[in-house]
């Protein structure tokens, strides 16, 4: 499903959403055909082979979905100075929400008469580019059992978040930080370029998206009484630092290994293979700058 008509901005629209919802996406997009091209693609290799053919006719191109389509998208324009934009239809959407794009349409009009681009760092996790947050425990488990979930959406998410929270079983890591190795079990591994993982939850409210450096959050294990206490302060962006809870900060590169293959990379479940090698590019994505982007 394309429509190209020789504007100068693309919508992708995620494959993944079901057809109901890319039909609904669609015909939403064509109020506005002639402010956008937009285009759905049937498998990955289809989406790849006509944004690398395609992409020098645009100078913005959209993902209309949550992070894992803003990600896809982002891999073929690192570094090629052509610009990320985000219409947040997704599940999560903490890449479009740290970047204050809305569901708006006519927002993201608005944003990009507003003319203005801004520079965010690239994670490399064994060489994947990761444009938000990436890691092992908890959230790449939730990551997981929500991809086999055939009903998307926040309510399918939370239902998710509870069955990996009382079932969690704590994942031995080693990694050396600043110098500092630390050998230990946690229930969590993160490293991000923003603060939240989506729907609002703040899980590394010290990150900046732009400053190259890593951010790592550390949830070791904690009594599952604490648990409704832990997520409410993820969600309502008041997680601090304690003896269940360590923040870092390098910008040197990290090495973990585990023994544990399920991370998740920008909310999409992957399988990696120890060890695990964490990188930063500074500034290598440029992203539309909207009106509610707090970094600029």
């Not at 995620?14 to 937009?38: L, M, Q, T």
């Not at 927002?107 to 520079?119: E, M, V």
């Not at 890591?173 to 500092?180: G, L, P, S």
Request: positive net charge.
């Amino acid at each position: 499903m394309k429509s190209v008509k020789n504007n100068n901005t693309l919508i992708i629209i995620n494959p993944k959403a079901g057809r109901k919802r890319i039909i609904e996406v669609s015909e939403r997009i064509a109020k506005f055909s002639n402010h956008f091209d937009y285009a759905v693609f049937d498998d990955v290799e289809e989406f790849r082979s006509f944004i690398k053919a395609s992409r020098d006719k645009y100078e913005i191109l959209v993902a209309a979905g949550g992070d894992g389509t803003a990600n896809s998208l982002a891999k073929e324009l690192i570094g090629t100075g052509k610009t990320l934009a985000v219409l947040p239809v997704g599940s999560g959407n903490g890449f479009a929400r740290e970047m204050g794009f809305r569901k708006s349409i006519r927002k993201l009009i608005s944003d990009i008469r507003y003319g203005k681009t801004f520079c965010t760092d690239v994670l490399y996790i064994n060489g994947i580019p990761c444009i938000n947050a990436a890691g092992t425990g908890i959230d790449s488990f939730v990551a997981h059992d929500f991809s086999n979930l055939t009903k998307r959406g926040f309510w399918s998410y939370v239902l998710a978040c509870f069955r990996v929270i009382f079932a969690i079983k704590p994942v031995h890591i080693k990694v050396t930080i600043n110098n500092k190795t630390l050998d230990e079990k946690v229930f969590m591994f993160s490293v991000t370029n923003t603060r939240q993982f989506g729907n609002h939850a703040i899980i590394a409210p010290y990150a900046i998206p732009n400053d190259g450096r890593l951010n790592i959050v550390i949830a070791r294990p904690f009594p599952k009484i604490l648990m409704p206490l832990f997520a409410i302060r993820l969600l309502t962006g008041t997680l601090k630092e304690s003896k269940y809870i360590s923040y870092y900060e390098t910008d040197q590169p990290v090495i973990i290994d585990t023994p544990e293959k399920k991370f998740h990379i920008d909310g999409e479940p992957v399988l990696l293979e120890s060890p695990v090698n964490i990188t930063i590019r500074k500034n290598g994505l440029k992203v539309l700058a909207t009106g509610r982007n707090k970094w600029i």
